[in-house]
């Protein structure tokens, strides 16, 4: 005779089509399961990823919000695997194809990872780009939470640069896979950006290579600018680029 939890996973490999309620009652299960009966929680974790996938990132119709709440759990349990190769591909041709249906899903997605993100953040921050130059307000937003949050996940100094540079690239309008900036508000943007790597926990940002971020990008945008509101933003994440040069090794 099945127990209880044995039933639920029962019913939910049962469901050929399930909807966005059982994302909750999955996280539930593995709640209850995180520490015991580890073979159930395997088979209930692979069911919610699998579900988390489909339901949330790959969807055509922009989740409410209270779906993403109860993803938690099987956001936490998801490993690197799992992320390459079930979640990622998703989430990478959402962000592509109609990145304002699940753009608010990435920074909760993000924050919620064990593991590092170096080895595609470089790919991630040109699918993120596009939407925190968007000139739609809760497009921007999320997007810049979304690279706040990247940021806290990558631990190669060598990848930070070099989304830094390309971040730069675009608002310098050097980028031509960018559209051409038109407002203030996405230069912010993407100042804002800018600054958020400046705070990544990774210790392997070489001091050479912030003084040339702030030689190459920083001091000729601030001597060119002429708006002042624009000026402040750039002299505050400067600050915060700067304040590393104390606090980072030599690489």
């Known amino acids: 005779v099945p127990t209880?939890?044995?039933?639920?996973?029962?019913?939910?490999?049962?469901?050929?089509?399930?909807?966005?309620?059982?994302?909750?009652?999955?996280?539930?299960?593995?709640?209850?399961?995180?520490?015991?009966?580890?073979?159930?929680?395997?088979?209930?974790?692979?069911?919610?990823?699998?579900?988390?996938?489909?339901?949330?990132?790959?969807?055509?119709?922009?989740?409410?919000?209270?779906?993403?709440?109860?993803?938690?759990?099987?956001?936490s349990a998801m490993d690197l695997e799992s992320f390459k190769t079930k979640v990622y591909p998703v989430l990478n041709r959402s962000l592509l194809r109609n990145p304002e249906v699940i753009i608010e899903a990435?920074?909760?997605?993000?924050?919620?990872?064990?593991?590092?993100?170096?080895?595609t953040a470089n790919?991630?921050?040109?699918?993120?780009?596009?939407?925190?130059?968007?000139?739609?307000?809760?497009?921007?937003?999320?997007?810049l939470a979304s690279f706040r949050t990247l940021a806290k996940q990558i631990s190669n100094g060598e990848t930070i640069?070099?989304?830094?540079?390309?971040?730069?690239?675009?608002?310098?309008?050097?980028?031509?896979?960018v559209n051409k900036l038109?407002?203030?508000?996405?230069?912010e943007n993407l100042l804002s950006a800018i600054g958020a790597f400046s705070r990544s926990p990774s210790t392997s940002i070489s001091q050479d290579d912030i003084l040339k971020i702030l030689d190459k990008y920083f001091y000729p945008m601030i001597q060119q600018e002429v708006h002042e509101g624009l000026i402040c933003h750039m002299l505050q994440q400067m600050a915060s680029w700067c304040s590393r040069l104390t606090n980072t090794n030599q690489a």
């Open 4 to 75: 209880l939890v044995e039933s639920w996973v029962n019913l939910l490999n049962s469901i050929s089509e399930p909807d966005l309620a059982h994302l909750g009652l999955i996280s539930a299960l593995l709640y209850c399961l995180k520490t015991k009966e580890t073979t159930l929680y395997e088979q209930i974790k692979t069911i919610g990823i699998d579900s988390y996938a489909k339901l949330i990132l790959g969807t055509r119709t922009k989740p409410y919000e209270t779906a993403l709440k109860p993803c938690n759990e099987i956001l």
């Open 182 to 187: 038109s407002v203030i508000s996405q230069r």
């Open 161 to 177: 640069i070099s989304i830094v540079q390309y971040l730069f690239n675009i608002f310098n309008g050097t980028e031509s896979s």
């Open 123 to 143: 790919e991630l921050s040109k699918q993120l780009a596009p939407p925190l130059i968007s000139k739609t307000e809760s497009l921007e937003a999320s997007a």
């Open 106 to 119: 990435v920074p909760p997605l993000l924050s919620s990872l064990s593991f590092d993100l170096s080895y």
